[in-house]
């Protein structure tokens, strides 16, 4: 069984190694890391990567995958859309914790890059049907540049300062947009639920994987 793995950020790699070895062992990974899609679909769009998404995955189908998960939210929902061309399922890593948050009354998107909130809130109204939610959204500022210069505890130790600093009144659901962020959930003192999307979004993938193949 093979997964391959569309990451805009090699530090994603052992993140989602990890998570393999702990809950999914045996599963073949195959990562695949183009971080000139996040620039790029920063600057532009993510239309723009549209036709540079699909290439990648279609290598990754020819080279042998059974299922495809993109890990970048803000690429997300145009990779999920080559599946039908493809033949193989390829899902975005975000779906599952989306579909998990909008059972809640209210909800706060946490993001580092404000490119990533559009996708991200598109896909909560997707993944909501006809129950809607209060969605508020919070860029962390200054995050994503420690985080481009390597400075991984600071990036962490700045999305869970945010997260903390969340207004509890009415319980909401706090959705860290991006995969890059998850550990953040596990340095903040917050009461409320935080939803981080890799350990779902695999698992959600490992299941697509043992059905396609």
């Keep these: 069984m093979n997964l391959a793995l569309l990451h805009t950020s090699e530090a994603h790699v052992p993140v989602f190694d990890g ?19 996040l ?30 998960l993109c890990t970048c939210s803000t690429i997300g929902g145009v990779a999920e859309r080559n599946a039908a061309e493809l033949g193989v399922p390829v899902l975005r890593v975000d779906r599952p914790m989306a579909a998990e948050a909008v059972r809640a ?9 404000a490119s990533t909130l559009a996708p991200t809130l598109d896909l909560l109204r997707e993944e909501s049907g006809e129950r809607t939610s209060l969605v508020t959204t919070l860029v962390v500022d200054g995050a994503w540049e420690r985080f481009l210069a390597g400075d991984r505890d600071g ?29 953040a959930a596990e340095r903040t003192a917050t009461p409320l639920t935080v939803l981080s999307s890799p350990r779902l979004g695999l698992a959600a993938a ?3 994987v043992r059905r396609h193949g």
């Design 19 to 37: 998570l393999r070895d702990r809950h999914h062992p045996g599963l073949g990974l195959r990562h695949l890391v183009a971080e000139e899609l």
């Design 206 to 208: 490992a299941t697509a």
């Design 105 to 113: 009354e209210k909800i706060v998107v946490v993001a580092t890059v």
């Design 39 to 68: 620039v790029r679909a920063g600057a532009e769009g993510p239309e723009a990567v549209a036709v540079a998404v699909r290439d990648v995955l279609a290598e990754a189908v020819t080279d042998g995958a059974d299922a495809v």
């Design 155 to 183: 990036y962490l130790d700045a999305v869970a300062a945010a997260v903390d600093g969340v207004d509890p009144t009415g319980d909401p659901v706090i959705v860290l947009a991006q995969a890059s962020m998850a550990d």
